[in-house]
Structures are given as C-alpha cells and as structure tokens.
Antibody, heavy 120, light 109 residues
Framework: QVQLQESGPGLVKPSQTLSLTCTVSGGSITSGDYYWNWIRQPPGKGLEWIGY???????YYNPSLKSRVTISVDTSKNQFSLKLSSVTAADTAVYYC????????????WGQGTLVTVSS | EIVLTQSPGTLSLSPGERVTLSCRASQSVSSSYLAWYQQKPGQAPRLLIY???SRATAIPDRFSGSGSGTDFTLTISRLEPEDFAVYYC??????????FGQGTKLEIK
C-alpha cells in the first residue's frame, strides 16, 4: 500500500521561501501511471490545489500560485518537493501531498499533512 | 475557471437518517471528472466517489453519487456515527486545473 509523508519546517518567516518534501513509500514515484500533487488547506477553510509533477519532471501549477511555485522530483530518493516563494500570512495552511492516477483526475492517496505557519 | 458551490454549509442530522449533499458547478462539467471526499478533524481527505458515481476502494455502499451537467449529489442512505465529517466535491477542468467546493459539514443533531 502506497504511503506519502510530508516533511519540512513548520514555521517560515514572511517573504521567505516555504520548502516541503513528500516521501513516497510502498510504490515507485517513477511509475508512469501517476501524478504527484500538492494541495493546501488554510486553518478552518477549504482545499486548494497547488500543482503536480510527473516523474519525468513535467509540471502543472494553479495559475493563482504559478509565479511563486516550483515542484521538483528526486527519483533516486522517491521524493517530490514544493517550494513557495515570497510567502505571507495567507500562505499559512496544512500542506498535503497526494497521488493522482494519471487517467483518473482525482486524488486517491494523501499524506497526513503538515502545518506551515508564516509568521515573524 | 469553474466554481463549485456546495450546499448547505452545515447540516445537523441524527444517526440513521438519509442525507443528500449538493454540489453545483458554475458551468456544465463532465461527470467523469467529479469526485467527492470526506474529511474528519485532523485528518487528510479520503476519496469516497469518483467519476460522479463510482465508489472508491473500501467505501461502504451506503455512499452513492449521482448527477450530470451542473448538478451533482452525494447521498448517504443511513448515517452512521463515523459519517459526521466535512464533505468536499472536486472537479478537474480544462487547462489542467483542479477545483474544490467549499465543503458541507455534517454534524450530529
């Protein structure tokens, strides 16, 4: 059974860059069948898709975040990562990584999520 | 961008009751790309329904989905105590864009 686990700093200062990593276990990130996504949820609010990466490095981002987001993949470590630059308090959220079947357009496996707070 | 509007925002019901949650799209969407998730406090969302009406692995048959065009529903035929949670609909749209509804909270009456 595939498992995803987010890791990274829980506190980031305004204007700095948020960096998170998702480690995938129980399956290979290089399987051509899946997209690897980041989704976030501000406290008490709904879900927002950030973007995804294919193992080849192809990425797609939410247009509202595109100028600040970079998603990358490290196939040797079975990991993918998120960088969000120039953060503000509005970027405070629980960040989830999630797997998507490349032919299905929904998210079937999720990490437990990690809270990132933007504060000085 | 397609906007998904869920209603009502909160529902207060008792175990054993039947409930139907609504998800309305701002324009007609493909039923192949409509999914539902359940989220409990402190947990990640869990996939319930995909392709409007297909249940995900290990989802009980008391959960069912239906709809087409702009109107989609999630029905729970008989509420169990563990079903009280927040429910989100999600759509995949053109230009590779995923959107979620704002959620419906199901609370115990």
């Amino acid at each position: 059974q595939v498992q995803l686990q987010e890791s990274g700093p829980g506190l980031v200062k305004p204007s700095q860059t948020l960096s998170l990593t998702c480690t995938v276990s129980g399956g290979s990130i290089t399987s051509g069948d899946y997209y690897w996504n980041w989704i976030r949820q501000p406290p008490g609010k709904g879900l927002e898709w950030i973007g995804y990466i294919y193992y080849s490095g192809t990425t797609y981002y939410n247009p509202s975040l595109k100028s600040r987001v970079t998603i990358s993949v490290d196939t040797s470590k079975n990991q993918f990562s998120l960088k969000l630059s120039s953060v503000t308090a509005a970027d405070t959220a629980v960040y989830y990584c999630a797997r998507e079947d490349s032919s299905a357009f929904f998210f079937d496996y999720w990490g437990q999520g990690t809270l990132v707070t933007v504060s000085s | 961008e397609i906007v998904l509007t869920q209603s009502p925002g909160t529902l207060s019901l008792s175990p054993g009751e039947r409930v139907t949650l609504s998800c309305r799209a701002s324009q007609s969407v493909s039923s192949s790309y409509l999914a539902w998730y359940q989220q409990k406090p402190g947990q990640a969302p869990r996939l319930l329904i995909y392709g409007t009406s297909s249940r995900a692995t290990a989802i009980p048959d008391r959960f069912s989905g239906s709809g087409s065009g702009t109107d989609f529903t999630l029905t729970i035929s008989r509420l169990e105590p563990e079903d009280f949670a927040v429910y989100y609909c999600q759509h995949y749209g053109d230009s590779v864009m995923y959107t979620f509804g704002q959620g419906t909270k199901l609370e115990i009456k």
